[in-house]
């Protein structure tokens, strides 16, 4: 298992969402990996520390205070405990724990967006070019998932990255807005036939979730519900020009 899968996987190791082969695989590469054994023990710190707060509930989209805890470590290096009073802050607002709709899956897709927007190193290849990013995937993940530069739509690509959705691992394509983020995930579907985007709003994120060309799409930003659905229909083009 090489360091990019590991580190993916720290999250679904405490919360206890991998198989046992999953598992035993994780813990023997924790050997070779001490930057990843030091981020499980900073996540099963702060998984402590948020088990041990009241959750509130909070008054519907609190952009304003959220992104006001959230955008110092945003903007600074990141450091393991500014990350973790962070999402304590965001608990004692009551955004985490729930707020947002969708389950297990919704709160997966969440916490990559916070990962990227969070993290020095919001991907594990950064480059603007397809034919880098894309192969970059080959061997980390089971399938080939369509990677394009939205430069000409306004949503230039910055990179992609490896995360763990519902237990899964799945490619994840960082895409850049002005000054905002867009954090796309991708993974193949067991459904045939598009579905056209549906885009919702709440507690200060727009998220996106469609299915096309045989793939499941999930998007997470702090865009604009417009700009989001601009960027679906962006993705769905550049994917339709290549077939």
């Given at each position: 298992m090489d360091c990019p899968t590991?580190?993916?996987?720290?999250?679904?190791?405490?919360d206890g969402e991998l198989s046992a082969s999953e598992s035993v695989a994780f813990e023997r590469a924790l050997d070779t990996c001490p930057d990843c054994?030091?981020?499980l023990e900073t996540a099963r710190a702060m998984s402590r520390l948020l088990r041990e707060l009241p959750a509130e509930p909070a008054p519907d989209l609190l952009r304003a205070r959220i992104e006001r805890e959230l955008r110092p470590v945003a903007e600074a290096r990141w450091r393991p405990w500014a990350l973790a009073a962070s999402l304590i802050a965001?608990?004692?607002?009551?955004?985490?724990?729930?707020?947002l709709t969708g389950g297990r899956n919704t709160d997966d897709l969440v916490a990559t967006y916070l990962r990227v927007t969070m993290s020095e190193h919001a991907v594990d290849v950064a480059s603007s070019d397809r034919h880098t990013v894309k192969p970059w995937f080959a061997g980390r993940i089971d399938y080939a998932p369509p990677v394009h530069d939205l430069t000409a739509s306004g949503f230039p690509l910055n990179g992609g990255r490896i995360d763990i959705v519902d237990g899964r691992k799945v490619a994840v394509l960082v895409y850049?807005?002005?000054?905002?983020?867009?954090?796309?995930?991708?993974?193949p579907s067991a459904s045939s036939g598009n579905a056209p985007a549906l885009v919702t709003q709440r507690d200060g994120f727009a998220l996106a979730r469609w299915r096309h060309a045989g793939f499941?799409?999930?998007?997470?930003?702090?865009?604009?519900?417009?700009?989001?659905?601009s960027f679906a229909t962006a993705v769905d083009r550049a994917v339709d020009a290549e077939r």
């Open positions: 590991c580190e993916a996987m720290v999250d679904a190791y405490v054994a030091k981020r965001a608990v004692s607002v009551g955004w985490l724990g729930g707020t850049q807005r002005n000054q905002h983020k867009v954090v796309l995930s991708i993974w499941e799409l999930r998007a997470v930003s702090d865009l604009a519900p417009s700009d989001m659905a």
